[in-house]
């Protein structure tokens, strides 16, 4: 969202760090709200052919260039897309999600490339209705539970911490 370059040379060495640590890290890509000089799959892709194992977040599922946006996380195996307002009332009124993608998305969310975004509450709709939007998409229980929870999990470890936190 800002107007920098990822691919500055001034910061490879933070990307390396991250991709070494396998701290996940959340962009916004897209060319939403605004495009810029440096927003788009492009220049993030750049950062991901120098490092490819780091772990990435696109948020939005790079709304509005879901296509590009699902090649690369079709091509990276670390890089994964978030939910963020996609599938809303707010979204499909400007920006609807493809349907022809479906079975992409489908894909993605059960091979664990796809994660529950809500950046609640700086959003112009109930939180609810993000995960309404998500179930009547019609994909299924096992792709809900895998967007929902799951793929965080195995991304984050979560189950192993909430393990921890019981045994105290």
Same mark, same amino acid.
């Given at each position: 969202?800002?107007?920098?370059?990822?691919?500055?040379?001034?910061?490879?060495?933070?990307?390396?760090?991250?991709?070494?640590?396998?701290?996940?890290?959340?962009?916004?890509?897209?060319?939403?709200?605004?495009?810029?000089?440096?927003?788009?799959?492009?220049?993030?892709?750049?950062?991901?052919?120098?490092?490819?194992?780091?772990?990435?977040?696109?948020?939005?599922?790079?709304?509005?260039?879901?296509?590009?946006?699902?090649?690369?996380?079709?091509?990276?195996?670390?890089?994964?897309?978030?939910?963020?307002?996609?599938?809303?009332?707010?979204?499909?009124?400007?920006?609807? #999600? *493809?349907?022809?993608?479906? +079975?992409?998305?489908?894909? @993605?969310?059960?091979?664990?490339?796809?994660? =529950? !975004?809500? %950046? #609640? *509450?700086?959003?112009?709709? +109930?939180?609810?209705?993000? @995960?309404?939007?998500?179930?009547?998409?019609? =994909? !299924?229980? %096992?792709?809900?539970?895998?967007?929902?929870?799951?793929?965080?999990?195995?991304?984050?470890?979560?189950?192993?911490?909430?393990?921890?936190?019981?045994?105290?």
């Amino acid at each position: 969202m800002g107007d920098f370059d990822p691919r500055l040379k001034e910061i490879d060495d933070v990307w390396g760090l991250l991709a070494e640590r396998g701290v996940p890290v959340v962009v916004h890509a897209s060319s939403i709200p605004l495009p810029g000089h440096h927003t788009g799959p492009g220049p993030i892709t750049g950062v991901l052919d120098r490092h490819p194992d780091l772990p990435m977040i696109v948020a939005r599922l790079g709304m509005p260039e879901y296509d590009e946006f699902f090649e690369v996380a079709e091509t990276f195996p670390n890089v994964r897309l978030d939910t963020t307002m996609t599938f809303t009332d707010f979204a499909e009124r400007d920006m609807p #999600f *493809p349907r022809r993608l479906l +079975p992409r998305l489908r894909d @993605l969310g059960l091979a664990g490339k796809i994660l =529950l !975004g809500s %950046d #609640f *509450p700086a959003v112009p709709y +109930p939180y609810a209705h993000q @995960l309404h939007a998500l179930d009547r998409l019609g =994909l !299924g229980d %096992d792709w809900l539970r895998a967007v929902c929870w799951n793929n965080a999990d195995n991304l984050l470890d979560l189950s192993a911490h909430y393990t921890r936190s019981a045994e105290h």
